[in-house]
């Protein structure tokens, strides 16, 4: 499948900080998909976006849709030591069928 | 709790047995799918099923890899013949049918192959 590439790979900060991590794609998506996993469970979905330019929130958390459609960001407000994990952000490419492409995660660790 | 449930969370096997995960997803998800996640990698797609039949597979399930879902409600993953290269985390996923995008995963049987 077509590749997805997540910056930054891996994020150390504060809490209370505001945190900012994106997805790019060499080709168009359909779709972005967030989600975040924990160590030893299954990723867990946080937001999904269907249209280019869509800004969507979820709490703390906020997601843009990239107008090219082959980007997405994902930005952390007042992060708490609760949001680590791992973000793994997921797309759905034109005439793919029904597999998510993910990329390799961005790795979040949030210090007290 | 009604998300999906996989089972076993966890499975050790010796190199060359049979082993068969079961996965159980939300209710009224007709769509089901299994990934396979090894370590620093995101979930990689393996297979798709609507209701009860199988309508895509990766070139990642090979012949040693087979899927079910008999009655279009829960699946069976079966590997035989394990092999190290397939210690991994499995997971099955579900949508609703006019949602395919969302899929809501379940914790994952962690297979390690010794």
């Known amino acids: 499948g077509q590749q997805l590439n997540q910056s930054p790979q891996s994020m150390f900060i504060q809490e209370g900080e505001d945190v900012s991590m994106n997805c790019t794609s060499s080709?168009?998506?359909?779709?972005w998909l967030w989600y975040k996993q924990d160590p030893g469970e299954g990723p867990v979905l946080l937001i999904a976006l269907y249209k280019a330019g869509e800004l969507t929130s979820n709490g703390r958390l906020t997601a843009q849709f990239g107008i090219t459609r082959k980007d997405s960001f994902l930005n952390i407000s007042a992060s708490i030591p609760s949001d680590v994990g791992i973000y793994f952000c997921?797309?759905?490419?034109?005439?793919?069928?029904?597999?998510?492409?993910f990329g390799k995660g961005t790795s979040l660790l949030v210090t007290p | 709790d009604t998300g999906v449930s996989q089972d076993p969370r966890h499975k050790i096997t010796k190199r060359g047995q049979n082993v068969t995960f079961r996965c159980d997803p939300i209710s009224e998800h007709n769509r089901l799918y299994w990934y396979r996640q090894t370590l620093g990698q995101g979930p990689e797609f393996l297979t798709y099923?609507?209701?009860?039949?199988?309508?895509?597979k990766s070139r990642l399930l090979s012949d040693r890899f087979s899927a079910e879902r008999p009655k279009g409600s829960f699946s069976t993953l079966e590997i035989q013949r394990t092999e190290q290269g397939d210690s991994a985390m499995y997971l099955c996923a579900s949508s609703l049918p006019r949602r395919r995008a969302e899929a809501f995963f379940g914790q994952g049987t962690r297979l390690t192959v010794v």
């Open positions: 099923f609507q209701n009860e039949a199988q309508l895509e």
């Open positions: 997921a797309g759905h490419p034109p005439n793919s069928g029904y597999a998510l492409n």
């Open positions: 080709s168009i998506f359909n779709t």
